[in-house]
């Protein structure tokens, strides 16, 4: 580009040259009429070059050095340039709506689909993911969490029905029949507890401590005390000890109607906890107290750190990451390539967001064009105007040499003819 401007520029000189050569050249030949001829020639192509040197010379300097009025017009009109360019900028060639019609012909979202998947088996892709996903879970502070966690849970907690609850869970461990296990066990562990020495001891000196406080008159009272005098503990024992573990043993079949008669009525009083309005009281009572009381902020903050830590061991797991984190990547993107709504949902998207990007920055587009222009001195913009159309202008210079050379030559020709 310099090359051919200095190319330019040598042609200007020469033309001019030519021109005033040409003049002096043919002074001593004004009396031939050829001699006349060419010297209007280059009289009017020196003219006419001089001329729109001046001109091209005056749009970004003084000619000469001289202050000429109407010269150095570009330096003189810098500002209004520089406002006419920011205009031309903003609202003729790249205007909000021409920008907005352009970006609307991009399939944005099918690019990033095309990008992504070509990402996704990439080593540094899946590094970035591993890096972003700790860098993420490090900014988590589980002490931060931890009191909404709890303030949450409380408020669960209280919203909950405690009677309800346990009426639901007992509902579904009668549906279970857990009561008849539960009652077996009671029975199991009550004939061995029975069946103890020392649990005979204990009953055989409960019955005669039962005969000797019984109050009653008469025939009753001699017979008690006759008895009590006849029997001991260790007789009671014996007696009432096989007693009890032969009605356990016999409440432990399926089919003994006492056993049925038991259980109807445990189920009975198990399915009415609800619509005891005493006791549902004081369940939600209970329940409230202990959530009123209940400090889990620690412990959820230790559960969460725990946690924390185990994310970051497996964020640093290559297999993991492949395994788990870019196969959901991948079948996200799969998925979302397969549903023509949700791509154009994600289009139109992007779009508003672009739309209103474009919208809110568009006048920084004229701002930061003149920022740039302004950085510039005069001597620096005019010489990168010049080197840009420098060429043409050169060739003015060139054409107006060469164009007053022939209109002279018509006007010598017209004089003499008249």
Excluded at 70 to 87: E, G, Q, Y
Excluded at 255 to 273: A, G, Q, T
Aim: proline share 3%; net charge neutral.
């Amino acid at each position: 580009m310099e090359k051919k401007e200095k190319k330019s520029k040598y042609f200007a000189k020469i033309s001019l040259g030519v021109m005033g050569a040409g003049f002096l050249g043919t002074i001593p030949f004004q009396d031939s009429f050829i001699g006349q001829l060419l010297q209007g020639g280059f009289e009017a192509g020196l003219v006419g070059g001089l001329a729109d040197w001046f001109a091209v010379t005056a749009l970004f300097r003084h000619p000469l050095g001289i202050p000429i009025p109407h010269t150095a017009l570009l330096p003189k009109n810098r500002d209004r340039m520089m406002k006419a360019i920011v205009s031309m900028l903003e609202n003729d060639w790249l205007t909000k709506e021409s920008i907005q019609g352009k970006i609307q012909q991009i399939k944005i979202t099918e690019k990033l689909i095309k990008i992504a998947k070509k990402e996704l088996d990439s080593n540094s892709f899946h590094k970035g993911v591993g890096t972003f996903l700790q860098q993420a879970i490090r900014h988590i502070n589980p002490e931060n969490i931890a009191p909404y966690i709890e303030k949450e849970l409380k408020n669960y907690l209280r919203s909950l029905d405690a009677a309800g609850f346990l009426q639901s869970m007992i509902n579904k461990a009668l549906d279970r029949n857990m009561h008849d296990q539960a009652f077996d066990y009671i029975l199991a562990e009550t004939q061995k507890w029975m069946a103890r020495e020392d649990t005979k001891r204990k009953i055989g000196k409960m019955a005669k401590q039962l005969l000797d406080n019984t109050e009653a008159d008469g025939f009753i009272k001699m017979a008690l005390q006759s008895f009590s005098n006849f029997i001991n503990e260790e007789k009671l024992g014996n007696i009432l000890q096989p007693f009890f573990l032969k009605r356990i043993i016999l409440l432990q079949d399926k089919d003994n109607p006492y056993r049925e008669l038991i259980l109807n009525r445990i189920r009975k009083e198990l399915e009415s906890v609800q619509d005891r309005e005493n006791l549902a009281a004081e369940l939600n009572e209970w329940k409230d107290n202990m959530v009123n009381t209940w400090s889990p902020a620690d412990q959820i903050t230790n559960i969460l750190c725990q946690v924390q830590n185990k994310l970051l061991l497996l964020t640093q797991d290559e297999e993991f990451i492949d395994r788990y984190v870019i196969s959901f990547i991948r079948d996200l993107i799969d998925r979302t390539k397969n549903d023509p709504e949700k791509i154009d949902s994600i289009e139109k998207w992007l779009q508003n967001q672009i739309s209103t990007l474009i919208e809110s920055n568009h006048s920084k587009i004229g701002n930061l064009v003149k920022e740039n222009l302004d950085k510039l001195d005069n001597e620096t913009l005019i010489d990168m105007m010049e080197n840009n159309v420098g060429k043409e202008l050169q060739w003015i210079r060139v054409n107006g040499a060469i164009c007053g050379f022939l209109i002279g030559l018509i006007l010598t020709t017209f004089k003499a003819l008249i």
